[in-house]
């Protein structure tokens, strides 16, 4: 088993930043790659960036290029999501995941999840 846990979630205005944290431990894959995803009410679980297990590649849904990064501490197993320039519409559920092998979208691909931190993005 892995156990995934989030923190960093918090209130905080238009336009600022937080940096979400998500520790690994447990079980451990040869390869994989860890990402990010949120859940708004009512809504959809989304994508929002994932990176490989090496750490030297990133990828980012549209919606966050330029303003999110993904990164990893392999010796810490922990890995970030810097988030500046935040919109209202981002406040969600945001959950770190980790599946053996490339990265996906798609949510159902993911073995393993944290319990979700939650930001909100307020005015």
């Known amino acids: 088993q892995v156990q995934l846990s989030e923190s960093g979630g918090g209130l905080v205005q238009i336009g600022g930043s937080l940096r979400l944290s998500c520790a690994a431990s447990g079980r451990t894959f040869s390869s994989y790659s860890m990402a990010w995803f949120r859940q708004a009410p009512g809504k959809e679980r989304e994508f929002v960036a994932a990176?490989?297990?090496?750490?030297?590649?990133?990828y980012y849904a549209d919606s966050v290029k330029g303003r999110f990064t993904i990164s990893r501490n392999s010796a810490k197993n922990t890995t970030y999501l810097q988030m500046n320039s935040l919109k209202p519409e981002e406040t969600a559920s945001y959950y770190c995941?980790?599946?053996?092998?490339?990265?996906?979208?798609?949510?159902?691909?993911?073995?393993?999840w944290g319990q979700g931190t939650q930001v909100t993005v307020s005015s």
């Open positions: 995941a980790i599946r053996p092998g490339g990265w996906r979208t798609s949510p159902s691909l993911y073995e393993y």
């Open positions: 990176i490989s297990w090496s750490g030297t590649h990133t």
